[in-house]
């Protein structure tokens, strides 16, 4: 997750070089045209959130341990961490579900209050605002609505075996991420929903 937030900023970060080198045919200005448009819009909204959110105080243990369910999709919970995250310092939350037959969900939750969450769930809302998919023989990947988040969203299927991968940005302030095994896509859609999101101010 962190590598890929470096590699949003690399990528933003060239927004302003000088574009004189570009040749070809009027689609291909266009089209650069569009792409640094979309570019600097999405800088502004990423700078907009950081400062909103970086004077935030984060959520205590408690009220993080508030949206994570005792059960999820019909799993125990197993594990249960929440608190800082002393080197990144950021207030973060894990809890992991399983049962006795192999299938297992994990959430993870970053709250983007503070210096470093703000920056980091700022840029993964620019990351969301980029249309993508891509389909495999075994699965696919894709960028989405969920109850009208944008996010991003997985699956892969082989044999018996499937595993399905969530991340959003709930409230343009916590980044969520559900992974599961023994579960489609839209089952874990479901899992998104059982969270006690109330509980995230």
Known sequence: MITAAALLIVAC??????????????????????????????????????????????????????VLPEILLGLKRKELSVGDNAMMNLSTAEAKYADDAGKRVKVEIVDGAGETGSTMVSIMMMGLNVNKEKTTEFGFEKSTEINGVKSIVSERKEGENINSEIQTVLKNRYLVTLKADGFSYEQLKSALGALNNSALK
Request: aromatic share 2%; glycine share 8%.
């Open 13 to 66: 970060s060239k927004e302003e070089k000088v574009t004189e080198e570009k040749t070809g045919g009027l689609s291909d200005l266009v089209s650069t045209a569009k792409t640094y448009g979309k570019v600097g819009s999405s800088m502004q909204d990423v700078t907009k959130n950081i400062e909103n959110l970086k004077n935030i105080t984060p959520l205590t243990n408690d009220e993080l341990k508030a």
